[in-house]
């Protein structure tokens, strides 16, 4: 399981496996030591808090894929910084999205060349909870 989530990225590590009707979840923690601020790019060594996070990802085998992280609030402690705590970021997630960014390419790659409603039904056939509003956007962007 570690080489699946090591796909995803190299500073995660696999924790757990759980399988809930139809979903896949796999439970990761980072491997990041001292997180690195967003907004000013210094190093941080004081946990504030942390919170469980879930990112949808590609499926496996139909089922839904679920990635769920231990998500660890920082204290920044650069005075020039404009904010004072920060969330971990991931490469494999866009900020704020709930969706990887393989998932992503997935969604675009199967909806690019039909309707958004066959895509969508596509989609959920094999494991992808998604609507076709959701992928007009992401066509949309691309």
Do not use: W
Request: with cysteine.
């Amino acid at each position: 399981m570690q080489k699946y989530i090591e796909l995803l990225s190299d500073k995660l590590k696999y924790i757990d496996l759980i399988i809930e009707d139809n979903t896949i979840i796999f439970e990761v923690e980072s491997t990041v030591d001292e997180p690195i601020c967003p907004y000013c790019g210094e190093i941080s060594t004081r946990k504030h808090s942390s919170y469980k996070k879930s990112f949808m990802d590609i499926p496996l085998n139909n089922k839904k894929v679920l990635i769920r992280i231990n998500n660890r609030k920082m204290f920044c402690d650069n005075e020039a910084c404009s904010h004072k705590t920060f969330a971990e970021v991931y490469d494999f997630v866009e900020r704020k999205s709930k969706k990887t960014k393989r998932l992503k390419e997935y969604i675009l790659d199967i909806s690019v060349n039909m309707s958004s409603i066959s895509a969508q039904n596509l989609l959920r056939k094999n494991g992808v909870d998604i609507g076709k509003s959701t992928i007009c956007t992401f066509l949309k962007k691309r």
